[in-house]
């Protein structure tokens, strides 16, 4: 990372994920579809959804939706089973997984995905209803800019939903950027092997669910809480993912997107809040976890 210019960090960055869904096509697709799910119920409460029921309805009043980034293309499949196939077209890109989206996507109706740049002008793509744009645009090397080129696409009355990663804890910062620099020029294979043992870690320590509670540790930025002890290193110290819902493989490739992407930025909510104003997007919800900051927002009415 910190050897690599500006192009070979976005050239990197493609490569990961590029090889991440060309070996793993179906990560969390059957996740993100089960309402059961973990995934799936923090796609919605963090899009400011109880339920897919007000999902659903959200969604019934477009007739165009973009998912921007859609990776494998599992989200795209999430939003065509919640949206009426007859009357709204969902159109899916990505700069280096269209293929493996449109494979996995290929029983499905009304579904159109293409390789795209959010870095270069979308305007090809037409306009939107709706734009979902999730767990992408920190990837992408300059996310405002990306952001407004999305926006560009929305129709007068259109909405977006973003998430960005959030600026974690000193150490959990620190970390991170460390175990990304030793790896970012491993071949996947090699870097799978030390995600393989990151995922282990969190494995471990996943298995000891009592809560403790901590006292505020303010100059490490710690909040008082009560938490397991999976998450009190996870939250603060470094991402070791582990889910029960997934296979050990998957849980790698998890901490693989983490940790070797290298265009990999974190914001802060006043910052990300300050694109939807530049934008002209009035927010109309907003969700700021430990990981990351999610925000929706719709064009400002025009009066003359």
């Not at 991440?20 to 796609?43: C, R």
Request: proline content about 3%; some cysteine; glycine content about 4%.
């Amino acid at each position: 990372m910190k050897n690599m210019n500006i192009k070979e960090t976005a050239k990197q960055t493609q490569i990961s994920f590029k090889e991440k869904w060309q070996n793993n096509p179906g990560v969390a697709f059957k996740n993100t579809l089960d309402e059961n799910s973990d995934i799936y119920n923090w796609i919605l409460k963090r899009n400011g959804f109880e339920n897919n029921t007000e999902f659903k309805t959200y969604l019934s009043s477009f007739h165009r939706i973009l998912d921007a980034g859609c990776g494998n293309g599992r989200v795209t499949a999430l939003l065509r089973l919640l949206t009426d196939e007859k009357t709204t077209e969902i159109v899916g890109i990505d700069f280096s997984s269209w293929l493996v989206a449109k494979e996995n996507l290929k029983e499905y109706n009304n579904i159109r995905i293409e390789q795209a740049n959010l870095l270069e002008n979308l305007t090809h793509l037409g306009t939107f209803d709706f734009i979902y744009c999730q767990e992408v645009l920190h990837h992408t090397g300059n996310p405002y800019l990306s952001f407004s080129n999305l926006v560009s696409l929305l129709n007068p009355k259109g909405e977006i939903a973003i998430y960005v990663y959030k600026l974690k804890a000193p150490i959990r910062e620190y970390t991170d950027d460390y175990i990304r620099d030793k790896i970012s020029k491993m071949p996947y294979e090699d870097a799978m092997r030390i995600c393989d043992q990151i995922t282990a870690f969190g494995k471990q320590l996943s298995n000891y669910d009592e809560e403790i509670t901590i006292p505020a540790l303010d100059i490490l930025e710690i909040p008082e809480g009560k938490y397991t002890i999976q998450r009190i290193i996870y939250h603060f110290f470094m991402k070791c993912f582990w889910s029960n819902e997934m296979s050990f493989s998957d849980n790698s490739v998890v901490n693989y997107d983490w940790y070797h992407p290298q265009d990999c930025s974190r914001h802060k909510i006043e910052e990300v809040r300050q694109w939807f104003e530049l934008q002209n997007l009035i927010i109309t919800h907003e969700c700021v976890d430990f990981y990351g900051i999610t925000i929706r927002g719709k064009m400002k009415d025009i009066k003359v």
